[in-house]
């Protein structure tokens, strides 16, 4: 069970996100690590998943052109405001 009040994502999903990454599942990958950023908007790893899947151009759930351009630039903001809040 998930707690509204966890600040972090549970380490099963974690070790699912590794695991689709490391075998090149992507599609599970981008799915996992959306539904992650949105439960924990600040949880950085499944961000930085999202903008590595984007840049490699795997991006299947959104398509390409304008969606995904979106999707890096909201990626490279949520990277900076990620590294600003730890400093």
């Known amino acids: ?34 539904s992650i950023t949105q439960k924990f908007p600040n949880h950085e790893f499944s961000w930085t998943v999202l903008g590595l899947i984007f840049e490699a151009g795997a991006s299947l759930t959104f398509g390409t052109g304008l969606e995904i351009l979106k999707l890096k630039i909201l990626y490279k903001v949520m990277s900076f405001y990620i590294t600003i809040i730890r400093v």
Not at 8 to 25: E, G, T, V
Request: glycine share 0%; aromatic share 6%.
């Open 1 to 34: 069970l998930e707690s509204k009040n966890q600040k972090h994502p549970p380490q099963s999903q974690i070790n699912s996100l590794k695991k689709y990454c490391a075998n090149a599942d992507y599609v599970k990958a981008e799915i996992l690590a959306l």
